[in-house]
């Protein structure tokens, strides 16, 4: 039996009807010559000789008998791929049509009675395009993670076979005794685990010395950061159930040339692009520009990466909106240097997995306090992603655009994903929260190509 972690059941935890915590994207396709549609079917046979790579996604996920411990994976009892990957009805669809599908897709709430991932094929876009969309449940998959998968639904070689399905069977499901005992069994394993950790850090001082001092940082920027809350802001207005994504693509040799003359991180140029837009962002909703505080995710997976599950850490870093488009480069620098340098990433990695020793109540508010607005106002990540063509049943993806889940009380996030010489920049957002943010795609482009001339000169 095997338990979600703590940090994944938080994103259970944390959804509501208004704040739907999936990740996903918007892929667009361009099919082969001859080709009109995009064939589901055929898009259904590859998922299909594919699923055993990640059991995960044949899984749902089970609370315990009487709440002993924490909630479980277990193989769903009935589990038809047709539910899992839909096709839209109809004739061709354009781009403000496909617009409207990824709205009310990505509106709508993962069932939790069955594997918790769907896809969406557009067969037809007109001019032999295509589009296929797919979200996540974050308790499955961090960003990273995401991407990985989706390494698994498209091919690198464009002539590459569907392969054949490998037979599979649900487990049985335990009784209810067998889950109690499994239950009480588990939770005594994870204390003995605790305590010989500790035992083994009591046994190596020098060790445990770093991992309690890089704690203790962590422990002691995290207070800071809850005693300092966020700058109020009008990204933190109440929000409903309806998304909205639009996207922005960007140069990324440009992105890289900004990045190697000013001696910065990739991340740094995304993040000062994303303040420059949302200095432009303010005004068009009747407020002043004003610096905000941004969460910003850090992988933190190992050499061999598992692609299920979240490996990720949180930063917290305040986005200089208000200075100049190099000024806010170089602050973002130095800032995000500091964090990584203070051990930031690593102490909250700790810190994260200690929350798993908590009761689950404890958890529950541990979490709402992670993505409480008074800790940051807008969510920014960046995802790196291939650099080499991918393709879905011949057709050749020409874009990817990620999908950053928004928590109650958060309007907007803005995702980043390189692919293929391009830096794909969404926005994902409550359009009733923020109904001036569809200039967004070219506030983004306008604050990247500022940057790019203050930089240069």
């Known amino acids: 039996m095997e338990r979600l972690s703590a940090l994944d059941a938080s994103f259970l935890r944390v959804e509501t009807p208004t704040a739907h915590m999936h990740v996903g994207w918007l892929a667009t396709l361009e099919l082969p010559p001859g080709a009109e549609r995009l064939d589901a079917a055929e898009v259904r046979d590859r998922i299909a000789a594919r699923l055993h790579h990640v059991p995960r996604f044949r899984q749902v996920v089970r609370d315990p008998p009487g709440g002993l411990a924490p909630p479980y994976w277990d193989d769903a009892s009935a589990f038809d791929l047709e539910e899992h990957v839909r096709e839209l009805d109809g004739p061709p669809a354009s781009g403000p049509d496909l617009l409207a599908h990824a709205e009310a897709f990505f509106s709508t709430q993962l069932p939790r009675d069955r594997p918790l991932w769907e896809l969406l094929i557009v067969p037809c876009l007109g001019s032999r395009r295509a589009a296929v969309l797919g979200k996540v ?18 091919d690198g070689d464009q002539a590459a076979e569907a392969g054949l399905p490998v037979p599979w069977a649900p487990r049985p499901q335990p009784g209810l005794l067998r889950g109690v005992l499994d239950s009480a069994r588990d939770t005594a394993l ?22 309690a001092d890089t704690m203790r940082r962590a422990a002691f920027g995290l207070v800071d950061d809850v005693r300092h809350p966020a700058p109020a802001s009008y990204l933190n207005a109440p929000i409903g159930p309806r998304r909205r994504l639009i996207g922005a693509t960007l140069s990324l040799p440009r992105a890289l040339a900004i990045k190697e003359r000013t001696h910065t991180k990739l991340n740094d140029v995304v993040l000062a692009t994303v303040a420059g837009a949302l200095a432009r962002l303010a005004p068009a909703h009747g407020r002043p520009a004003a610096d905000l505080r941004a969460m910003v995710p850090a992988n933190v997976r190992t050499a061999t990466p598992d692609a299920q599950g ?52 404890l958890q529950g508010q541990a979490a709402r306090l992670a993505t409480s ?31 950053i889940p928004i928590p109650d009380r958060h309007a907007l996030a803005i995702g980043a994903l390189t692919y293929e010489g391009r830096l794909h920049l969404s926005a994902y957002l409550d359009p009733e ?11 983004l482009a306008d604050a990247f190509h500022e940057l790019d001339v203050a930089t240069a000169a």
């Open 137 to 154: 449940h974050h308790a499955m998959v961090d960003g990273v993670a995401a991407v990985q998968l989706g390494l698994l639904l498209f």
């Open 190 to 211: 994870e204390q003995f685990r605790g305590a010989r950790r500790a035992a083994e850090l009591g046994l190596a001082p020098g060790r445990g010395v770093r991992m």
């Open 310 to 361: 979240n490996a990720i850490s949180f930063l917290f870093v305040d986005l200089p909106v208000r200075a100049p488009p190099s000024e806010r480069l170089r602050v973002l620098s130095e800032r995000m240097s500091a964090l990584k340098d203070d051990g930031r990433i690593a102490g909250s990695d700790q810190m994260l997995k200690a929350l798993g020793f908590l009761p689950g109540p």
């Open 373 to 403: 607005p008074r800790l940051y106002n807008i969510t920014v990540s960046n995802v790196p992603g291939p650099r080499v063509p991918l393709y879905l049943a011949g057709g050749r993806v020409r874009s990817i655009l990620p999908v």
């Open 433 to 443: 929260a923020l109904p001036q943010a569809d200039g967004l795609p070219v506030m």
